[in-house]
């Protein structure tokens, strides 16, 4: 189950098909070593993303 408290690295070291969705919802440093410690609440705050449809997305 993927949370809002998952960070990016997590995210796509378990799930790396995944990504298309994070850069469809417009994360596109997804590659920066420092996003991979950012939670996806984090993530989403920096880029204005609704981080509760985020994860609804990546969960589906």
Known sequence: ???KTTTI???LETNPEKADILLDAGMHC???PASQAET???ACDV???NV???VEKLNA
């Open 1 to 3: 189950m993927i949370e």
């Open 9 to 11: 690295g997590e995210l």
């Open 30 to 32: 997804l590659g920066c």
């Open 40 to 42: 996806l609440e984090e």
């Open 47 to 49: 880029h204005g993303i």
């Open 52 to 54: 509760e449809e985020l």
